[in-house]
């Protein structure tokens, strides 16, 4: 940021602050004094510190959960037993679904492939539910 500005007095002053990677304005009116706007960016300063610590205790946490992600890479899923159970049990929910459909059809009713389909979606959506 980059402010010429002429005081009362006549006195003049140039404010820059270019934080790398960022954009803030502070605003400083033709009305603020010198000490003023040394107080305004004294208190901006004061925020990057803050803000700076705040990014590194994110990366730090990133850093830890990066860590403990690496470790389960490449190891057993902990539920693969039940995720096969489940697999079978909506493959059977499937062939039951296909075979009523197939009997409805079968006995007279005029049933498409298109509202048999969704009936298997249905089931499967209550299944995950």
Do not use: W
Not at 58 to 64: I, L, T
Not at 84 to 102: G, H, I, P
């Amino acid at each position: 940021m980059s402010n010429d500005r002429i005081g009362k007095a006549g006195f003049h002053y140039q404010t820059v602050l270019q934080p790398t990677g960022a954009d803030y304005e502070i605003d400083l009116a033709v009305t603020v004094t010198p000490l003023g706007a040394v107080s305004r960016l004294e208190h901006a300063l004061n925020g990057f510190a803050d803000e700076q610590y705040r990014y590194c205790q994110r990366c730090d946490e990133a850093r830890s959960r990066l860590s403990s992600y690496r470790s389960r890479d490449g190891g057993v899923f902990a539920f693969l037993d039940e995720l096969r159970d489940k697999r079978q049990q909506l493959s059977e929910v499937d062939d039951e679904l296909a075979a009523a459909a197939r009997e409805v059809a079968n006995n007279g009713a005029l049933i498409s492939d298109e509202q048999a389909q969704l009936s298997v979606q249905h089931a499967h959506s209550c299944a995950a539910q």
